[in-house]
């Protein structure tokens, strides 16, 4: 299976269509609206409530129960805070504990938040690095959307389609044991950063190598 390949297969994951994750997103969108956007522009606005269609789409709802929904669209905007920093082709890191005072939201686990161009086995590279860490992880929550930039690489607007004009990102959330020790953060998000650059070369030279692989295979096939 080729990248290409693993690439569509994560993103036709079941998406939860029924009652209960509609009148999830209802309610979030309502707490948005209810909540204000003081400070946001129309432009902002518009790609927090996209981002919010898109970031539990694959969720079952039952596994966000424990959660409020002041905290569920919190969360959301503090993804798309670092969404905001975000360069092509670079990643996006933040490991922390949410503080509602500090950070508009709170959680009981420590949160993980990867914005990373989309490319195969991130999840699954990501997920073995934290387990090789000695963490449990909670939850996963990991849209692929599609943004668009201006001329000076500032977000424009989030859909879950790609154009030709936008740009296909990895949006990742990871929820583990809370991790009080600031050491142990920093040490995380730099592990998680090493993970995302050996991903990077995973994919470059996947491809060459299959190819390689199938072509050595076909001869020695050939010399038997």
């Not at 409530?49 to 969720?59: C, D, M, N, T």
Request: aromatic content about 6%.
């Amino acid at each position: 299976m080729s990248a290409s390949d693993l690439q569509a297969k994560y993103r036709r994951a079941p998406i939860i269509n029924n009652n209960n994750g509609q009148r999830l997103q209802q309610r979030l969108l309502q707490e948005f609206s209810r909540r204000g956007a003081a400070g946001l522009d129309e432009q902002q606005q518009q790609q927090i409530k996209s981002l919010l269609r898109l970031y539990y789409k694959h969720i079952p709802p039952a596994e966000l129960e424990s959660e409020s929904i002041r905290d569920l669209v919190g969360a959301v905007i503090a993804h798309w805070q670092l969404l905001q920093q975000h360069r092509p082709g670079e990643p996006s890191v933040r490991v922390y504990n949410p503080k509602f005072e500090e950070h508009g939201w709170q959680n009981p686990h420590t949160i993980i938040e990867v914005v990373n161009d989309d490319v195969a086995f991130l999840v699954d590279s990501l997920s073995m690095g934290l387990n090789r860490a000695g963490l449990t992880i909670r939850l996963t929550v990991h849209p692929v959307i599609n943004l668009e930039r201006d001329k000076s690489d500032r977000p424009v607007s989030i859909s879950a389609s790609l154009s030709e004009a936008g740009s296909s990102l990895s949006i990742i959330q990871f929820q583990v044991e809370k991790q009080l020790d600031p050491e142990i953060l920093t040490s995380l998000e730099s592990m998680v950063n090493q993970v995302l650059k050996d991903v990077v070369c995973a994919n470059r030279f996947w491809e060459p190598m299959r190819n390689r692989v199938i072509e050595v295979h076909e001869r020695s096939t050939q010399l038997e």
